[in-house]
């Protein structure tokens, strides 16, 4: 009882000062649908015709999703991480009874709610271009599984950056790359064959089969989102023990 | 006196540096222990060791009587250097967060109104004044009601009138019974809240004792500061060997009875002067003789 107190302190003071940054909250929401914008709404292709964004939109909610449950939890948490350790807050925290995994539990809560929100956000608006998609049960699985395996990374990031500067600009540096290179808006088919193997070592690569074959083009969800679950749980444990929570 | 911190031969080296070396001390329970040295000399180090938060290379630490990692959290409160809380929380959401943290926490309203905070409760933390946000996170040490409290540094940036209403605050903690270990450069800070004092320099402990104690064995002599409107010559008075700094003329070693006579010195002498200052010797005097030695500077005074 004591430690879900505990984790409900922490993510309720984290989510409160989430929220009273208006343009954290209001990018969090905006990118995502900023993208559909262009995306799905600006740029013309023609399906069949080979290249960039030729499949239907509903071939690339997947890659929609991915750019939140990517960048978010790479960002926030390692920013928060930064700032933690920049202000001593850690420090403070380790004489207390909160453990380093109640912290990130805390703030994996707070943006697997976030991202959950956000990916609503999205849905609706590819759902408003005509987007043709299934919202499958799925969704509530491979979302959150890859939110907190990001939340995990983004900790590792923060842990290891040299400020919450080096933090943003670490994650941006990461995420960009691993959201092309992932089967999500970029068809591995596109890429040449040697690097095709590489795409497979990208834990976004499992988000975006598994949505794709449990929203669009059927077929196995259920490799992928195993493959999902097991990296958040080694990318969560890997991401507490990296957390400079003591010297 | 039962011992609520103690630290035999510690030492903790950062690469080549030596931040720690060999701190022996012992706090007793309900004593108010203040650390005070140079910067660089170790003062946080060895907070961070005896909370647990740095594990020292070598030497013991038992804090209430066990490894740090091992005791009971709720008994500890610590304000860390530096310490920056999130500032979009309101004071009264930021103390209420800490008490979150606990088991058995106190009223995060009762605790804001012991530091002067009740009618900040609704204000953001980065909206309060330097000195209220470092009462705010003095409040968040307290809201678990430590035994022992470490405060690194409590006052720094704070204001005069800031900096007595969190003394008042730490003379009250102090007199229900918690033992507080403070690290401080404010030497009357020191001198008015602690029963003992430990000088660190180069991360060794230079002296310990009360301030009287130090004052005493290193604060030197009464002295005498004798302005004057310009530089002169050091004149030749019986029985002291005055020298000539920036103050003016400085006779150490002057008892109250001998001024007259030095005044009257001084007239034969044909100096003229704006203005004299008698003094005792205080903590700082006691700490810049002790600074000075173990930095190797020599101390003008």
């Known amino acids: ?247 | 006196m039962t011992s609520a911190v103690v630290a035999e031969d510690v030492r903790k080296s950062y690469g080549d540096t030596a931040a720690v070396d060999g701190v022996s001390l012992s706090v007793g329970e309900g004593e108010v222990f203040a650390l005070v040295g140079p910067n660089g000399a170790g003062k946080t180090t060895l907070v961070r060791c005896l909370t647990g938060t740095a594990t020292p290379d070598s030497g013991t630490v038992q804090l209430l009587g066990e490894a740090p990692s091992e005791t009971n959290d709720q008994r500890v409160g610590l304000l860390p250097q530096d310490f920056a809380p999130p500032d979009r929380l309101t004071a009264g959401e930021l103390v209420g967060y800490y008490a979150g943290l606990y088991d058995d926490a106190r009223d995060p309203d009762a605790v804001l109104a012991e530091v002067g905070l009740d009618a900040d409760n609704d204000t953001w933390y980065g909206d309060l004044s330097g000195g209220e946000k470092r009462r705010a996170c003095v409040a968040a040490a307290l809201v678990n009601s430590p035994d022992v409290l470490f405060l690194d540094e409590p006052t720094t940036a704070v204001d005069p009138a800031g900096r007595r209403a969190l003394w008042r605050v730490f003379e009250d903690l102090a007199e229900s019974g918690t033992t507080i270990f403070l690290t401080t450069h404010d030497m009357a800070e020191a001198e008015r809240l602690a029963d003992r004092v430990a000088l660190l320099a180069d991360g060794a402990v230079a002296a310990t004792g009360t301030p009287s104690e130090l004052v005493a064995e290193y604060g030197g002599r009464p002295r005498l500061v004798v302005e004057l409107p310009e530089s002169v010559d050091a004149p030749d008075v019986p029985g002291f060997d005055p020298e000539s700094t920036r103050e003016g003329l400085v006779f150490s070693d002057v008892d109250p009875e001998d001024i007259g006579g030095v005044v009257a010195a001084l007239d034969d002498a044909g100096v003229a002067f704006e203005a004299l200052s008698w003094r005792e010797p205080t903590l700082e005097d006691a700490y810049l003789a002790l600074a000075g030695d173990a930095e190797g500077v020599e101390v003008q005074r």
């Not at chain 1, 990118?31 to 030729?54: D, H, K, Q």
């Not at chain 1, 071939?59 to 920013?79: H, I, Q």
């Not at chain 1, 609706?124 to 799925?138: E, K, M």
């Not at chain 1, 540096?173 to 959201?179: D, E, F, K, N, S």
């Open chain 1, 1 to 247: 009882m004591s430690r879900l107190a505990r984790v409900r302190a922490e993510a309720a003071a984290t989510y409160r000062t989430f929220l009273r940054r208006r343009t954290a909250v209001f990018f969090t929401f905006f990118f995502p649908v900023l993208l559909i914008v262009i995306f799905a709404g600006l740029v013309r292709t023609t399906s069949g015709s080979g290249g960039l964004f030729t499949e239907p939109t509903g071939y690339y909610v997947p890659a929609y999703l991915a750019t939140v449950v990517l960048f978010t939890p790479l960002s926030r948490v390692g920013s928060t991480v930064a700032r933690h350790r920049e202000g001593n807050r850690f420090e403070k925290l380790s004489t207390t009874p909160l453990t380093r995994a109640e912290w990130l539990a805390a703030h994996t809560l707070v943006n697997v709610a976030l991202i959950a929100a956000a990916c609503a956000v999205l849905l609706v608006a590819l759902l408003a271009t005509g987007a043709s998609f299934a919202l499958s049960p799925w969704l509530a699985v491979l979302v959150p599984a890859t939110s907190v395996a990001f939340c995990g990374v983004g900790a590792i990031i923060g842990s290891y950056a040299d400020g919450q500067d080096g933090a943003i600009a670490a994650s941006n540096g990461i995420a960009l790359p691993v959201l092309f290179l992932s089967d999500t808006f970029v068809q591995p088919a596109l890429f040449p064959s040697w690097f095709r193997p590489i795409v497979d070592l990208s834990p976004l690569a499992y988000f975006a089969r598994g949505v794709r074959a449990a929203t669009y083009s059927g077929g196995d969800v259920t490799t992928n989102a195993a493959v999902v679950v097991v990296l958040a749980v080694v990318a969560f444990a890997v991401g507490t023990l990296a957390i400079p929570w003591t010297e």
